[in-house]
């Protein structure tokens, strides 16, 4: 079934006089449950895709449909609860609010989609747990490691139970390791809550979990590949396998 | 553009639970917050001690004491005005007031630039331009009515203070209960009226930014 649907998106900035194109007509489906991996050089617009999917920019030509809804015709209060209940989003440095703690961080959404506190908090803590952070819920961002942040960063996508998981570039503030942890994570939340994923990365560990890749470049899309079409060497780090 | 109706409204945050969010960030916040604050205690301890300062003076020129009538004299005042502050004292404590406005504007702003990302990131999460608003008008009239609070104290105090050194006992035996309590009043609702002014500004700032913005930022 098909849950995201890109039909010729073409986005131009104006940039003074200058019109920079970063989309140039792209056409992608995305199916319920996929693990998709968007890839492609920084300046692609791979991002502006993602915005698009997001609901935080409109294409100036064509549309974006996300379970059959026009984007483009929601207004912003309409997009805040789309946001807020349909897309988790997940960010390359982690964006958690730094004042809060773990805990906190994760029942925000849920006060946002109308949660007393009490019942955000106990839904957090649950996420925080299977993510396995059921230890540091008091915990404020700086007080815990980078992949742990992202591990936060991830239940609190997770919480309000979306559709979409948008994760940008989720591994590039994080080394080798870890970033194979988040990525496992990431790939056991898609089993977990039969959520969509959809990453923009540069990250070839991601290629291995990945059901769909879609290759970008300069604002077209230049292949879109299933998993078993593309052969991924297997390198080790510490001696152990990573892909 | 035919609107899509499929998708209600967001939900909207009620003003307790705002309350709590911008609240339990100020203590996080403290250093940065008693900063902001310090701005607003210093201009209304000014003005609240100018303020009660002047009810002291008229109250003992009222009780026409031959020997404090002198003391008054020996101070400079002019008895025969009945105590009135003039018209530049006026303008001073008006200048004072509107440097103070322009600090805690100044303050908010940045707290908005600084917390773009952070904003950019909750409108992702789901918040209306209505919670980002209700969150720094809370935060912004929260420090400014605490700053109120305490310059009011200070100035209080001070104005107690000086009063006292110069004319000792005079001070309690003619003090002026009324024009001093409506001296407090006056500067605690001079402070929140300050404070609720210099939010305004800011919050509509911070819900006017576009949450594409928490993901372009990079620290």
């Not at chain 1, 490691?145 to 994760?167: D, E, F, T």
């Not at chain 2, 303050?107 to 773009?116: C, F, G, H, P, S």
């Not at chain 2, 209505?130 to 929260?142: G, H, M």
């Not at chain 2, 105090?157 to 035996?173: D, S």
Request: glycine residues 8%.
């Amino acid at each position: 079934m098909t849950i995201v649907s890109c039909r010729n998106v073409k986005k131009v900035f104006v940039m003074g006089k200058e019109e920079v194109h970063a989309l140039r007509g792209i056409t992608v489906d995305i199916d319920k449950g996929e693990y998709v991996s968007i890839m492609g050089p920084s300046g692609s617009g791979k991002s502006t895709l993602f915005n698009m999917i997001g609901g935080l920019d409109t294409p100036t030509e064509g549309g974006v449909e996300v379970e059959n809804v026009k984007l483009a015709d929601l207004n912003s209060s309409q997009l805040a609860w789309f946001r807020c209940r349909k897309i988790g989003f997940i960010f390359q440095s982690f964006n958690l609010i730094p004042t809060m703690s773990a805990l906190e961080n994760v029942s925000i959404p849920r006060v946002f989609a109308g949660k007393t506190p009490h019942e955000a908090r106990e839904d957090a803590r649950k996420v925080l747990d299977r993510v396995g952070l059921g230890h540091r819920l008091d915990h404020l961002p700086s007080q815990v490691s980078g992949g742990q942040q992202q591990r936060i960063a991830i239940a609190r996508a997770l919480v309000n139970k979306p559709l979409i998981i948008l994760a940008d570039e989720p591994t590039g503030n994080l080394d080798l390791h870890t970033g194979k942890e988040i990525i496992d994570l990431l790939n056991e939340m898609k089993h977990d809550f039969g959520v969509t994923v959809i990453t923009a990365t540069h990250d070839m560990k991601m290629l291995s979990c990945s059901d769909k890749i879609v290759q970008i470049e300069d604002g077209s899309v230049k292949s879109v590949d299933t998993q078993a079409s593309v052969r991924v060497t297997v390198g080790s780090i510490d001696g152990e396998t990573v892909m | 553009m035919a609107r899509n109706t499929d998708i209600p409204e967001q939900t909207r945050v009620s003003w307790p639970i705002v309350f709590r969010v911008s609240i339990s960030g100020l203590q996080r916040r403290f250093g940065r917050a008693m900063i902001t604050l310090t701005g607003v205690v210093l201009a209304i301890a000014f003005l609240c001690y100018m303020l009660v300062h002047e009810a002291f003076i008229r109250a003992m020129i009222l009780a026409d004491l031959d020997s404090l009538n002198i003391l008054l004299q020996q101070n400079d005042i002019d008895i025969f005005s009945g105590g009135q502050m003039d018209p530049m004292t006026y303008l001073l404590i008006g200048l004072t007031l509107l440097t103070c406005l322009v600090g805690i504007i100044n303050a908010m702003l940045m707290a908005v630039t600084e917390r773009i990302k952070e904003i950019g990131t909750l409108k992702c999460l789901g918040a209306t331009d209505q919670f980002i608003v209700r969150a720094y008008f809370v935060e912004s009239t929260v420090q400014g009515v605490c700053g109120a609070a305490f310059g009011l104290l200070l100035g209080l105090l001070v104005a107690v203070l000086v009063t006292v050194r110069t004319y000792g006992g005079y001070t309690f035996r003619t003090f002026p209960l009324p024009a001093v309590l409506v001296s407090l009043v006056v500067s605690l609702l001079a402070g929140a009226l300050l404070s609720i002014t210099a939010a305004i500004i800011p919050a509509y700032m911070a819900a006017r930014k576009q949450p594409i913005e928490a993901l372009r930022v990079e620290e």
